[in-house]
DNA sequence: ATGTCCCAACTTTTGGGA
């Protein structure tokens, strides 16, 4: 089974490209973050017609996080707490249990959206805590934090910047201490693997790129997983997204 | 290092967000 997480950067905007994908590496489960879009314009009859049953959670033009699957959706859950934003989508399929996450951005130390972005990550972590420890689960999505030094390409970049700093890794550690493996670490510990890089600057071209999109999976379910990997082709070409997908691939 | 992309709207240019 496949599993990909990939923030689209408005799936409006980003359809053919993703469809192209779809169709190309024949995902069993898609997480998608940032649709940007409302129901009526979510391409749930295309995505039908590839196989795939979908449940979206969309907010207009901001946020909005969705989950394909062809191998069966049950049990969603839209919403992270009393969140209002559309950054929170769960399901079950095929017996795993998954998660597609938009953690807010945070924009800058002192700005109100900093405290929203560490309040969210709590609740997911009370989330993860309290989970049936019994259901494997996978959890991926954008998580606009860059775990370590490595994951970043120039640290002294982001000096006092979001993304970076220790209560922001603290939390994302705090996460995984809730007995989740980072797949795309645990298969690829000596490359940088970055999932995002910047439209200006050409920064995909100088490889200026951050870690900021994961799969966790319990530990158990870990075991397997048989490769995790980032799919840098899809940064490339016309119209990207701004993140690359990140795919695990398991036997179930 | 702020050079791009995406969206909405007091829409053909600007501003907010990432």
Avoid at 121 to 143: I, K
Avoid at 215 to 244: I, M
Wanted: aromatic share 12%.
């Amino acid at each position: 089974m496949k599993v990909v997480t990939w923030n689209v950067n408005s799936l409006t905007a980003r359809w053919l490209r993703v469809e192209e994908w779809i169709s190309r590496h024949a995902p069993d489960i898609v997480l998608v973050q940032e649709t940007k879009q409302n129901d009526d314009k979510f391409p749930f009859a295309a995505l039908t017609a590839l196989g795939y049953e979908c449940a979206h959670y969309g907010q207009g033009q901001w946020n909005g996080v969705a989950i394909a699957s062809r191998v069966g959706i049950e049990d969603v859950q839209r919403g992270l707490g009393d969140d209002p934003e559309a950054r929170f989508i769960a399901a079950t399929c095929n017996g795993l249990r998954v998660y597609s996450c938009y953690v807010p951005n945070g924009r800058s130390l002192d700005d109100p959206h900093y405290e929203y972005k560490l309040r969210w990550l709590e609740s997911l972590r009370v989330l993860l805590r309290d989970r049936d420890r019994a259901q494997p689960l996978m959890v991926g999505g954008d998580f606009n934090v860059a775990l370590s030094d490595f994951d970043v390409y120039d640290p002294s970049v982001f000096e006092g910047a979001t993304h970076v700093s220790a209560p922001e890794r603290a939390a994302i550690a705090a996460l995984v201490a809730t007995d989740l493996v980072d797949l795309g670490r645990h298969f690829h510990p000596d490359e940088p693997s970055f999932t995002w890089w910047d439209y200006r600057n050409g920064s995909f071209h100088r490889g200026w790129g951050l870690r900021i999109d994961y799969l966790f999976a319990d530990a158990t379910t870990a075991t397997r997983v048989t490769d995790a990997y980032v799919d840098r082709e899809a940064r490339k070409g016309e119209k990207p997204s701004d993140h690359a997908p990140v795919v695990a691939e398991l036997n179930w």
